[in-house]
């Protein structure tokens, strides 16, 4: 049971580059989110996902997708970076039940620079 | 927009001594998580709180949940080196899954 995996684990790209962070869990959860996290500050939400086929924004969403095509799989497309998406970008699952999410897992993380 | 701030921002304890951080949002929440991140790590969850007024217990830690349900506290009793980190709170406006964090108290325990 490895939990949330992302790949890479770090990652530079020149203003203007298109990339995609892998996420993976293997707890069959049914919610799962983005979120970046700024230096010395809290996470903000970019994307999340009730399940597969239904994603929706959250508070950051400009210059991101998301797609949810299976239950295991989350990947977050930065669409032509720039200096200003430079962030440490967290996965996270949480089952869900009675119209509520659970503990949020959150996968390692993946820095990145954009130059 | 929906705002959750925290504070202190930053605490230094002498390590023994005990610690509080406070949760408050600008709108109610269904529930309220609390998280614990160490420096380079990602968020562990610790607890999370779905009652108006609840309040549970973890060995030293006590978190409560407020009875608007806009507000929570953490603390910790005897604070030990191990309790370093940043500790965040988070939650969903009420009728959504959109969470939001809040800024976060970074803890340092001096031995």
């Known amino acids: 049971n490895a939990g949330v995996t992302q790949t890479p684990k770090f990652q530079v790209l020149k203003t203007g580059q298109s990339m995609t962070l892998q996420c993976a869990q293997d707890?069959?959860?049914?919610?799962m989110s983005w979120y970046r996290q700024d230096p010395g500050m809290g996470l903000r939400l970019i994307h999340y996902?009730?399940?597969?086929?239904?994603?929706d924004q959250g508070e950051v969403p400009n210059g991101y997708n998301v797609s949810r095509s299976t239950t295991e799989d989350f990947p977050l497309r930065l669409l032509s970076a720039a200096p200003s998406q430079t962030s440490v970008y967290f996965c996270?699952?949480?089952?869900?039940?009675?119209?509520?999410?659970?503990?949020?897992?959150f996968g390692p993380g993946t820095r990145l620079t954009v130059t | 927009g929906q705002q959750v701030m925290q504070i202190p921002q930053y605490q230094h304890v002498q390590e023994g001594e005990d610690f509080t951080t406070y949760c408050n949002s600008s709108?109610?929440?269904?529930?309220i998580q609390w998280y614990k991140q160490r420096p380079g790590g990602h968020p562990v969850f610790l607890i999370q709180?779905?009652?108006?007024?609840e309040v549970k217990k973890q060995k030293r830690l006590t978190f409560q949940f407020g009875e608007a349900k806009k507000n929570s506290s953490l603390h910790i009793t005897a604070t030990q080196t191990t309790d370093v980190g940043t500790y965040f709170c988070?939650?969903?406006?009420?009728?959504?899954?959109?969470?939001?964090f809040g800024t976060g108290t970074r803890l340092k325990v001096l031995a």
């Open positions: 996902s009730v399940g597969a086929g239904i994603t």
């Open positions: 709108t109610t929440l269904s529930n």
């Open positions: 988070a939650g969903p406006t009420s009728g959504t899954y959109k969470y939001i």
């Open positions: 709180l779905v009652k108006s007024g």
């Open positions: 996270a699952s949480s089952r869900l039940a009675g119209g509520r999410t659970y503990e949020q897992y």
């Open positions: 707890m069959n959860h049914e919610y």
